[in-house]
């Protein structure tokens, strides 16, 4: 298989990640959606890795792996901090830092 | 052979990637992205990187996607909202339609050579456990280390997040719950609080959740 086609898929399931993010009002959902984005991202990485003959690229997705774990866990904690102070649960709604 | 493989897994993670935007349950979305992973995993393994494949089932698919199963469980996965305004939901799909065309142009389009080629010749050691330890304690060793930096920063950064504070406004009307605590200041953790709430509550909980 030609690497092109790894990245068309990549290509897609990137943009339906940011038609996600673009689209859903859930905060959970659109924390789904950039995971989404970056393993679209990852997905690349590892083809052109697989092209090149060369590991470096799948070190850099095993570190996107880790920012992504890193960016899931501080938004699921303002997650339950929005929701334990009540606040309702979408993005159009949480305004308060806006001057 | 891996072109039947490469469809079954291909399909398999952009169907994953529709789920996840077209459920209306939260939780249905997060099955949804752990079989959009799994479809990945297969994917990285007909690229022969074996070892980032293991590590997306058993980190991601495995550790993260508990994790994002229990907030959902925890804050209540169904939502009645609405997606955006009717008017907007076309908007963002054309959109998107205009970043793919656009991304795919730039891929497919970009006249590099290894866009259409099938891949390096393959080694036997190539993506093997082997060989990516030995990189990352070698020519990428900074970013190891800085990444484990990063890690220990968000799990404190997410305990202090998650916590209870004490003078925030609780929901009016109702009386502050009781925390049966020794009054230390980092109380209010999610796992405490599962545990801490009165018996009435918890069974209001129960019913609500899921």
């Known amino acids: 298989m030609a690497i092109a086609w790894y990245l068309a898929v990549s290509a897609l399931v990137f943009c339906l990640g940011a038609g996600g993010v673009l689209i859903r009002r ?3 959902v659109v924390l789904l959606c950039l995971e989404l984005m970056l393993n679209a991202g990852n997905l690349a990485l590892v083809a052109f890795s697989r092209g090149h003959g060369s590991a470096d690229g799948q070190i850099f997705a095993l570190i996107v792996m880790v920012v992504a774990a890193c960016e899931v866990v501080v938004g699921l904690g303002l997650i339950v901090a929005i929701h334990r102070r009540r ?3 979408d993005v159009d709604e949480l305004s308060e830092l806006r001057g | 052979m891996a072109e039947v493989l490469f469809f079954i897994a291909g399909t398999g993670a952009i169907a994953g990637a529709i789920g996840v935007i077209a ?3 939260a939780f249905y979305s997060v099955l949804s992205l752990v079989f959009h992973l799994l479809s990945l995993a297969a994917l990285f393994l007909l690229l022969r990187a074996q070892f980032v494949a ?3 089932v058993v980190v991601y698919a495995g550790a993260v996607m508990v ?3 229990f907030v959902v469980a925890y804050v209540g996965g169904e939502s ?3 997606p955006v305004g009717a008017g907007l939901v076309p908007l963002a799909s054309v959109f998107a339609a205009a970043l793919a065309v656009e991304l795919l142009i730039a891929l497919l389009g970009s006249g590099l050579a290894v866009v259409g080629s099938t891949g390096a010749a393959f ?3 190539f993506g093997t456990p082997a060989q990516i330890g030995e990189l990352f304690l070698t020519k990428f060793l900074l970013a190891f280390e800085v990444a484990s930096y990063l890690l220990l920063v968000a799990a ?3 305990v202090i997040l998650a916590r209870r504070r004490r003078g925030l406004p609780e929901e009016p009307g109702e009386p502050p719950r009781h925390v049966p605590s020794p009054g230390l200041a980092l109380v209010g953790t999610m796992a405490e609080t599962v545990h801490a709430l009165p018996s009435s509550e918890r069974a209001r909980t129960h019913q609500g959740g899921w």
């Open chain 2, 156 to 158: 404190v950064g997410a």
């Open chain 1, 87 to 89: 606040l309702p649960l």
């Open chain 2, 23 to 25: 459920f209306r349950n």
């Open chain 2, 80 to 82: 009645s909202l609405p």
């Open chain 2, 123 to 125: 080694e036997r050691t």
């Open chain 2, 67 to 69: 994790l994002y199963v």
């Open chain 2, 54 to 56: 293991a590590a997306q």
């Open chain 1, 26 to 28: 859930n905060p959970l």
